[in-house]
């Protein structure tokens, strides 16, 4: 009989509840958009997606068309996330100066320190025409491409040599990390670590940075005053991001000292990498240990993160688009046959290319530009608010509002890029007449956009061609049956589980 009134007394609770459950789905603009509870907001459905939160949020983004607000109530954490191309160029390009990165922006990326990513103003402007004097000077641009060239001749075609010779599946996904990880220190630091040594040495410093990566993804979610105190205690994800940090500040002093060393003992002033330029710059009043600390982090992770990741994607869609690969491979075939013909292959039978012979090859360019619409190497910008604005969507946003742009949804909606923009179709990006089709930077937005626009884009694209291309050429790349490949939760866009291959000779198989 209890039982029988506490349900009768509960029947009434339950309805309540269900109808206010109902009164909740009516408020949202499609099925897709995440249910807003009382206190905690869309907290719920964030948390509950956070294994595919990419997809997640252009799910959301698909329905919301292209414009959604997520609020997780009581606990502070609030955004307005779009991937409309005409609030992108409002916010990277028409009125840039009211969307810094933001003092929030500085603490959750504290590990980048005042460098270059981290800074707004005087100090971003400072840093930019410093660094774009370097990087883009012939000196600098000849020194990346010799690099570039040499570390895929003696480091990744020997190593992927190796591995077809063992017929052992390899994680490619690692492979082009640790390339292009050893890339960049040359460029940055004239320092080769020989992370890709055939026996694959531990390298503390890259997984410092893939921990530190995935923290600073995490920061965006959790509350600020939560995860401030975790990091205060050292515990949770905030200890691994400690421990990152220490790594990380170890690796770079070490590698700093001795470049200032080697200036005083031997003279660098004809080295061309960045840390040797940036001592000998006439200009040496920012030129302190903690300047050269947060300038070669934010260089580093710039370099061989993005780099990386944007390669693995590539032959990852290779993978399933064997049109493609052929397409491509036909458009090397012309170069590798004068290569014979002109000069000798390389000492262990396979052949590289120079940057010079690649620049003009439309079909390989058009291939990268398409991975990076879908997979772009930064799949979120984070912007701030500092004054009362109106976006051209027409939402009002107010001083102090926080903003994600999220450019991996970006390159999925059909608004922007057509029924077909879930496919890998190089093709999209070459004109009738045979030529490379511009798409502006707010619509394509792998390199930022705007005054903010990536100075390495050219070096990126250099070396992504010279390693794509060598691979392409001397080896046919099968990723291993029922591998799942997906995005990692990262501010860059890794792959979770890595990319399992197998490698074999192309005059093994199909020539």
């Keep these: 009989m209890d039982a029988l009134f506490l349900s009768i007394e509960l029947f009434p609770i339950l309805c309540c509840l269900i109808l206010y459950y109902y009164h909740l789905q009516s408020k949202k603009t499609s099925t897709s958009e995440p249910t807003e509870w009382p206190m905690v907001g869309h907290l719920p459905g964030m948390i509950a997606n956070i294994h595919s939160f990419h997809d997640w949020a252009t799910a959301v983004l698909t329905g919301t068309g292209c414009n959604f607000e997520a609020r997780a109530g009581v606990t502070g954490v609030r955004y307005f996330i779009t991937c409309d191309p005409a609030n992108v160029r409002h916010i990277f390009t028409s009125n840039f100066v009211n969307y810094p990165k933001g003092d929030e922006f500085a603490e959750i990326f504290d590990v980048l320190g005042g460098g270059i990513f981290n800074a707004d103003g005087e100090s971003w402007r400072r840093q930019r025409v410093k660094a774009q004097m370097l990087m883009t000077g012939p000196r ?111 690796f770079v002093a070490a590698t700093v000292a001795k470049r200032r060393a080697d200036k005083l003992n031997e003279g660098i002033s004809n080295s061309a990498d960045l840390l040797s330029s940036f001592i000998c710059h006439e200009d040496t009043s920012d030129n302190d240990d903690k300047f050269l600390r947060d300038t070669t982090v934010n260089l580093l992770l710039a370099g061989r993160d993005t780099t990386g990741a944007a390669l693995s994607w590539f032959f990852y869609l290779l993978s399933k688009n064997p049109r493609v690969e052929q397409k491509l491979l036909d458009e090397l075939e012309p170069i590798a046959s004068r290569r014979v013909v002109d000069t000798a292959e390389t000492a262990s039978g396979m052949m ?129 049956p029922g591998h799942v490949v997906e995005p990692k939760l990262s501010i860059i866009l890794h792959m979770k589980n890595g990319l399992a291959v197998r490698v074999r000779r192309r005059d093994a198989c199909h020539g």
């Design 140 to 250: 600098f641009r000849a020194f990346s491409a010799r690099c570039s060239r040499d570390m895929v001749e003696k480091s990744l075609l020997p190593f992927l040599a190796h591995a077809a010779d063992e017929g052992r599946p390899c994680d490619l996904h690692d492979v082009f990390l640790r390339l292009t990880f050893d890339m960049t220190c040359t460029l940055v630091f004239g320092v080769d670590p020989g992370c890709l040594a055939i026996g694959l040495p531990v390298v503390p410093f890259a997984r410092a940075m893939d921990d530190a990566l995935e923290t600073l993804f995490l920061r965006h979610i959790i509350p600020v005053p939560l995860w401030k105190l975790m990091n205060r205690l050292e515990v949770g994800q905030e200890k691994k991001m400690a421990a990152a940090g220490r790594t990380i500040d170890s």
């Design 352 to 480: 590289s290319f120079d940057a010079s012979e690649l620049a003009n090859l439309l079909y390989l360019h058009a291939a990268l530009c398409e991975c990076l619409r879908l997979y772009p190497s930064v799949p979120f910008e984070h912007k701030a608010v500092v004054a009362d604005d109106v976006l051209p969507s027409g939402k009002e946003m107010k001083a102090g509002d926080k903003v994600l742009v999220f450019n991996y949804s970006m390159g999925r909606m059909k608004s922007v890029w057509g029924k077909d923009c879930m496919e890998f179709r190089p093709e999209r990006w070459i004109t009738e007449e045979g030529k490379l089709r511009y798409e502006p930077s707010y619509k394509f937005i792998s390199f930022n956009a705007g005054p903010r626009t990536c100075l390495g884009k050219e070096m990126a694209f250099v070396q992504m061609k010279t390693a794509a291309a060598a691979v392409l050429w001397n080896f046919a790349v099968e990723v291993v």
